[in-house]
């Protein structure tokens, strides 16, 4: 069992920035893919991102790509989403999730969820 909590979130003006973080425990992540995912308000959890843990390979979604970072920090089991130039269309609760069998964009594919936390960008 992977044990996913997500920190971080809170309002923002657009055009600015924030970062909400994940932190693991329970398994060894050498293995594993961590992700990102965003639940906008009336609509399915969408992927944001996702990053291997060994070799940092990323893989971004469309719709962030260029103002979202993923990053992740082995000492601290700790994945970091960083995000700029955030716009309402952002506002979303962000969720961390985990699997083990390699990069993929849906949600049901990733057996590990953090409780989600929300990012709100005010106009």
């Known amino acids: 069992q992977v044990q996913l909590v997500e920190s971080g979130g809170g309002l923002v003006q657009a055009g600015g920035s924030l970062s909400v973080s994940c932190v693991a425990s329970?398994?060894?992540?050498?293995?594993?893919?961590m992700g990102w995912f965003r639940r906008l308000p009336g609509k399915e959890r969408e992927f944001v991102g996702a990053?291997?843990?060994?070799?940092?390979?990323?893989d971004y979604a469309d719709s962030v790509k260029g103002r979202f970072t993923i990053s992740r920090d082995i000492a601290k089991n700790t994945v970091t989403l960083q995000m700029n130039i955030l716009n309402p269309e952002d506002t979303a609760v962000y969720y961390c999730a985990a699997r083990t069998e390699g990069f993929s964009r849906r949600r049901s594919d990733y057996a590990y969820w953090g409780q989600g936390t929300q990012v709100t960008v005010l106009s």
């Open positions: 990053i291997r843990w060994r070799g940092a390979t990323i």
């Open positions: 329970g398994r060894t992540l050498d293995n594993y893919y």
